[in-house]
């Protein structure tokens, strides 16, 4: 059974940081693409930034320069570094592993993400 420990969010003014953690058991976390998702209210999820296994990152255009993904793969951890943060980023952040589109997908719980003054 995989389980997900997802760690990070809160409340931040705009220009602020925040930094995501994740941490999936019952996968071979090396072997398994990593991602972070957001979804904020009345919108369809969406891809924030993903690594692959082999460290091959991807971001989605708003939020280039601004957010940071990277894994360690010795705490079997995934992080995303918020940086700027702006209202438009408040949502529920999730964490996704995936092996390959062919693997099924396994998602994290969710953390809430609010950017307000």
């Known amino acids: 059974q995989v389980q997900f420990v997802e760690s990070g969010g809160g409340l931040v003014q705009p220009g602020g940081s925040l930094r995501l953690s994740c941490t999936p058991s019952?996968?071979?976390?090396?072997?398994?693409?990593m991602g972070w998702y957001r979804q904020a209210p009345g919108k369809q999820r969406e891809l924030v930034a993903q690594?692959?296994?082999?460290?091959?990152?991807n971001y989605a255009d708003s939020v280039k320069g601004r957010f940071t993904i990277s894994r360690d793969n010795r705490k079997n951890t995934v992080y995303l570094q918020m940086n700027s943060l702006k209202p438009e980023d408040t949502a529920t952040y999730y964490c996704?592993?995936?092996?390959?589109?062919?693997?099924?997908?396994?998602w994290g719980q969710g953390t809430q993400v609010t950017v307000s003054s």
């Open positions: 996704k592993a995936q092996r390959s589109s062919a693997w099924p997908s396994y």
């Open positions: 019952g996968i071979s976390f090396s072997t398994y693409a």
């Open positions: 690594i692959t296994s082999d460290g091959l990152i």
